[in-house]
């Protein structure tokens, strides 16, 4: 065994990407001393995103003050490697960072925008955001504005819009934003399919874990339709119906409406980011995994974008999971070899996390057993 990547999700509520990595590499580091170990802890595009690029090579931590969802004055960060820039609006803009004043009807996504604004002043050319975890439901209206889009209302005055104020904008300019954004590719990570507005959209889905009552969720709703139809009439361009438009409170629909930018699958862009393929040619294994393992997994999560590239190689994938559930046997045509759990006991989630990091140390260590075995 010469190389072993470990290239997990995190087990969401128990164990981090990076902490699956160090307690995997500990384990085989022992058995395989020789062996290249490459860690490559990846993140949904959610809180912990930006962390994960910067425990990859060549990747550097940018700070900057920006607001909050209540616009007052944090720290944030992004990483960058060369011109390219990695960051999360849920360092803005997170659900836990609202705890105890939940409300999506008023809440800003603005300290996202200043936060591409600071990296793109600072040369850089390929923005790479993450979608997930927001507090907000303002359609990226928030982020547009820093970055130089005027939304005026109806009596000309330019104002900065929140979820219950966007039926207010009566015109838009994206002038100064076109000038600030030129040459420069901004592409968010999504690994959701809901539109914009309607039963399936941002307001209904997403904003009752917001803080938003049946009511709130109603009318959110419905100024998440008018700025489609809005946007519509404006650009002649459809923007809400577009997979992943309702991320984020709608922000996946105002990064591609207001900054021209694009959506893609996040463990796709993610993967092709750090040139996984690139390093395969030489691998012996792959070692991933994440917290449960279902069948919404082959839509496109971690394991599943991992093992379609890895098949291509003929590398075997082992996936060390929480939890799995429904009829997995799928996945097998997908590229992975085989499927361990954590779980060494069927016992409720809550008993199971407080000893995730030790159950995962033995099943890597089966696992390694089983290797040594082999050969």
């Not at 395989?32 to 860690?39: D, G, K, L, T, V």
């Not at 109806?154 to 100064?176: C, Q, R, V, W, Y």
């Not at 993967?271 to 449960?292: A, C, H, K, M």
Request: charged share 20%; proline share 3%.
């Amino acid at each position: 065994m010469k190389k072993i990547i470990l290239i997990p999700d995190s087990f969401k509520g128990t164990l981090s990407a990076a902490e699956f990595c160090h307690i995997s590499s500990d384990v085989l580091k022992k058995h395989f001393p020789a062996a290249e170990i490459i860690s490559l802890p990846l993140a949904d595009g959610g809180e912990g995103t930006t962390d994960c690029f910067l425990t990859m090579d060549g990747y550097t931590k940018v700070t900057a003050t920006v607001k909050n969802a209540f616009m007052e004055d944090i720290t944030g960060y992004y990483a960058v490697k060369g011109n390219t820039a990695v960051m999360e609006m849920a360092m803005c803009a997170s659900l836990p960072s609202a705890r105890g004043r939940e409300n999506p009807a008023t809440t800003t996504t603005y300290g996202v925008g200043q936060l591409i604004c600071h990296a793109v002043e600072n040369g850089t050319k390929k923005i790479i955001l993450g979608l997930g975890g927001s507090c907000t439901n303002d359609a990226g209206t928030g982020m547009a504005a820093a970055l130089g889009v005027q939304f005026f209302d109806k009596d000309g005055n330019s104002f900065i819009p929140t979820g219950e104020t966007l039926d207010k904008i009566t015109a838009f300019n994206t002038e100064n934003t076109d000038i600030l954004l030129k040459d420069v590719e901004i592409t968010a990570m999504c690994d959701i399919d809901n539109p914009l507005y309607g039963k399936n959209g941002a307001a209904y889905i997403f904003a009752p874990q917001k803080g938003a009552d049946s009511e709130m969720v109603a009318v959110l709703d419905e100024k998440l339709k008018y700025i489609a139809s809005f946007t519509e009439k404006q650009t002649g361009n459809n923007y809400y119906d577009i997979k992943g438009a309702g991320a984020a409170g709608g922000m996946g629909f105002g990064v591609c409406a207001f900054l021209g930018g694009s959506l893609k699958p996040g463990v796709n862009l993610i993967l092709e980011t750090i040139g996984f393929e690139n390093q395969l040619s030489d691998t012996d294994l792959i070692i991933t995994g994440e917290g449960r393992l279902d069948s919404q997994s082959l839509s496109g999560k971690a394991v599943i974008g991992i093992s379609r590239i890895a098949q291509k190689y003929n590398v075997p994938v082992i996936a060390v999971v929480g939890s799995v559930a429904d009829d997995v046997s799928p996945v097998y045509t997908q590229g992975v070899t085989a499927v361990f759990t954590t779980n060494t006991q069927p016992v409720p989630f809550e008993i199971a996390a407080a000893s995730t990091g030790r159950n995962l140390e033995f099943t890597v260590e089966n696992i390694r057993r089983m290797i040594a075995a082999i050969k």
